[in-house]
């Protein structure tokens, strides 16, 4: 069944940048509610960001100014631009998805495997 794949991940210093990439496994016909999430060891999964349909977006309050989501329709992807990495922003980070339209159904609720992002010097 469709999956959405993460990359983009690493170990950067301090005030560095990463960029994280998210793309469905396989053709489908359209993703809705696209977003990012984040879980940093012995903390709950919480919100980065996330892209409703037209221009809404919504931020968590420590990644305001210097994160950026965007998305491209045309190839069902959504992207995480991290600028100006601190060291509390490490943690595996997911993908999600509210629904995916595939060519066979519906899937909900949809999760990437996750990406380690690690920021240190």
């Known amino acids: 069944q469709v999956q959405l794949v993460e990359s983009g991940g690493g170990l950067v210093q301090p005030g560095g940048s990463l960029r994280l990439s998210c793309a469905a496994s396989?053709?489908?016909?359209?993703?809705?509610?696209m977003g990012w999430f984040r879980q940093s060891p012995g903390l709950k999964r919480e919100l980065v960001a996330v892209?409703?349909?037209?221009?809404?977006?919504n931020y968590a309050t420590s990644v305001k100014g210097r994160f950026t989501i965007s998305r491209n329709n045309a190839k069902n992807a959504v992207y995480l631009q991290m600028d100006s990495l601190k060291p509390e922003d490490t943690a595996v980070y997911y993908c999600?998805?509210?629904?995916?339209?595939?060519?066979?159904?519906?899937?909900?609720?949809?999760w990437g495997q996750g990406t380690l992002v690690t920021v240190s010097s």
């Open positions: 999600h998805a509210d629904n995916i339209a595939t060519m066979r159904g519906y899937r909900f609720d949809v």
């Open positions: 396989e053709s489908v016909r359209s993703i809705n509610g």
């Open positions: 892209m409703g349909s037209g221009d809404f977006t």
